[in-house]
């Protein structure tokens, strides 16, 4: 089954490697040690394997589903069924060798689509942004920008050459009319001196949100009525989605000429690749003589570049129309399914999850097929991992990526989903939902929602011998290695009682969790320099008696063994504490440690 495929590579990938490099070259380990930081806080990046067509896909760009259908690979092979003696390289950079008569064509083809003056065709969507951010602005220039802005656009403006970077709130017209009130009042921008570039997107690809462009539009024509402030605009969720034939929410808007730069990219809507950028000549021009993926990379090979003419022939055919009606259909129906559960409400109320798309959304007349399902900070992973095991695939997402405490799945809708694949999805979520009620309310033993167990289980593989050759090394530390200091906390702890020939085993007094208050005997006040001691924790099972050979450090009213300690050799805890004793320190300096989490 896919899921235990995706569950067992995601649990291997976040393994700690670094620890385990000690004699590799240090430039490998530090990048592992980086890695690790990663691995430890679950952001860590990886490849998935690739599902098939029985999973639930609600997570690839394949929005009209051209790909899947093997639509743009049909209009693919019929336009290089036209040039049977085309070259596969461009042979050197549009300044060069590679500015070709096919690549000129498909991009005039492309802008009068679009209704743009001209286009510019760049490898990816990322390219296209990131360069042209880069080559339009000039020394004392200004980069006014909405907060949540893809990251091409942040390296762009990370190698421009505009003085000032400032951000505005996310589709906030009000902030964004503060922010250039402040850099009107810088010298230079009033008389049109310096110039402002203001950086937006059509469709925004965490949120799901659509730009206020009219209400923005205007507002920057009075504040500058020289010109010299200009949208640039991310297209890349809106083309082949929105706007007469998919083209576009500046389309939709009849923008076309009041838009100075407009990015389109190829390998959502459209099933093919590269990105496109709309403007005026003299901006192609600017990017021709100074944007460095013009200049010192080879131009898009014919391939590449037919691929994208496929995809408009596709559009220009008006064959996305039924597509983005699908797909309007399916997330009204999931919206619909999901507001109306019985736990919706509840859970919404108890921050277990929310839907911002989800308010009002009757009365929205195009719905985007990005729905995000906001969580609590963690809790984005476990309902991934439900999705996942319920053969559904959608994508988890966490800061960096977007904000601290924004946590979400991210869905994404297609044409090849329909409405019952758009019920279940709802469902599942409220399952998940459900659970994560019942754990809250106190009503069952687990403090995991079932999917994250089973991730654990996965990690395991159903076996405990990694536990028992864990306790078998401590073990041969004990008795054999009489140098080796050993500390432990936590789930350690127990590691070490069963190495000294005591049982873990569950504590008939339930789970024992949260700040412990932990009485201390005579060596544990020596050790910690305090009276008493409170332990972070959270267990069921326990250490049932001290081993015979060690000091008792401490006991609570649930648990009898809190802390085993040799002096010099041994020490551990049930839970951690902020406490720093001298003894500690000289442990931590030893020649050797064990810490198990």
């Known amino acids: 089954m896919y899921a235990d495929r995706m569950l067992t590579q995601w649990l291997q990938d976040h393994k700690p490697r670094a620890t385990s490099m000690k004699h590799q070259p240090a430039f490998y ?22 599902w098939d067509d029985s999973v639930l896909d609600f997570t690839s760009s394949d929005f009209l589903s051209f790909n899947r259908t093997g639509r743009i690979r049909e209009a693919f092979q019929g336009e290089l069924s036209q040039y049977e003696d085309f070259r596969l390289s461009a042979s050197g950079s549009r300044v060069q060798y590679g500015n ?36 339009v602005t000039l020394p004392g220039d200004a980069i006014v920008y909405d907060e949540a802005v893809h ?68 507002m920057v ?56 950028i709309l403007c005026n000549k003299t901006i192609r021009d600017r990017l021709i003589s100074n944007a460095r993926f013009a200049i010192y990379s080879g131009a898009p090979s014919f391939p590449m570049v037919a691929s994208m003419r496929a995809g408009y ?53 195009h719905l985007t097929h990005i729905v995000p399902v906001l969580t609590r900070p963690k809790h984005e992973l476990y309902l991934f991992f439900h999705l996942m095991i319920n053969n559904i695939n959608a994508y ?64 395991t593989s159903g076996s405990n011998n990694w536990i028992l050759k864990l306790v078998d090394f401590t073990k041969s530390l004990l008795h054999e290695q009489s140098r080796v200091r050993i500390m432990a906390v936590c789930f350690g702890h127990q590691i070490v009682g069963r190495a000294y020939g005591e049982t873990a085993e569950r504590n008939p007094l339930g789970w024992e969790v949260s700040v412990t208050a932990v009485t201390l005997s005579e060596t544990g006040k020596r050790v910690f320099g305090c009276d008493s001691l409170a332990l972070h924790q959270m267990h ?16 609570s009213d649930r648990c009898e063994v809190q802390g085993i300690y040799v002096t010099n050799r041994v020490h551990d805890s049930a839970g951690t504490s902020g406490v720093r004793c001298h003894d500690c320190l000289r442990v931590a300096g030893a020649e050797a440690r064990i810490c198990a989490r």
């Not at 049109?192 to 925004?204: C, K, P, Q, T």
């Not at 010299?228 to 890349?236: G, K, L, R, T, V």
């Not at 929105?242 to 099933?271: D, W």
């Not at 998940?432 to 654990?456: C, F, K, Y």
């Open 29 to 50: 380990r530090n990048l592992e040690q980086a890695m690790d930081l990663a691995r430890a806080d679950h952001s860590l990046f990886v490849a998935k394997p690739r």
């Open 100 to 135: 070709y008569d096919y690549l000129i064509q498909t991009e005039k083809e492309i802008a009068a689509f679009h209704g743009a003056e001209t286009a510019y065709i760049a490898h990816s969507g990322y390219m296209a942004n990131a360069g042209t951010v880069a080559a």
């Open 151 to 218: 990251a091409s656009t942040h390296e762009g403006m990370k190698v421009s050459l505009a003085q000032h970077r400032l951000a505005f709130r996310h589709n906030d017209p009000d902030s964004l009319r503060e922010v250039l009130g402040e850099v009107k009042g810088y010298p230079g921008f009033a008389e049109g001196r310096f110039s402002i570039l203001i950086a937006i997107e059509s469709v925004y690809s965490m949120d799901g949100d659509i730009c206020p462009l009219e209400e923005m539009l205007q």
């Open 221 to 276: 024509k009075d504040l500058f009525p020289l010109g010299n402030a200009q949208f640039i605009i991310d297209e890349a969720h809106s083309n082949g989605v929105m706007g007469p034939r998919g083209s576009g929410l500046v389309n939709m808007l009849g923008l076309e000429k009041e838009i100075a730069i407009r990015i389109h990219v190829c390998s959502k809507a459209l099933g093919s690749t590269g990105g496109v």
């Open 313 to 365: 022939r596709l559009l220009e055919n008006n064959e996305a129309e039924e597509p983005i009606q699908k797909i309007q259909s399916n997330v009204r129906h999931f919206l619909e399914t999901i507001t109306a559960h019985p736990v919706w409400d509840e859970a919404v109320d108890q921050g277990i999850l929310n839907i911002p798309l989800a308010e009002d959304y009757e009365s929205i007349e």
């Open 396 to 459: 988890n997402i966490s800061f960096p990526v977007v904000p601290k405490g924004k946590s979400r799945v991210r869905l994404v809708f297609h044409a090849h989903n329909d409405l019952d694949q758009a019920e279940t999805l709802a469902n599942a979520i409220c399952e998940w939902a459900q659970e994560m009620l019942v754990i809250e309310d106190g009503q069952t033993d687990n403090v995991l929602p079932s999917a994250a167990r089973r991730g654990h289980d996965s990690f």
């Open 540 to 555: 069921r099972d326990v250490v049932r008696r001290y081993p015979a050979s060690v000091k008792k450090l401490g006991h």
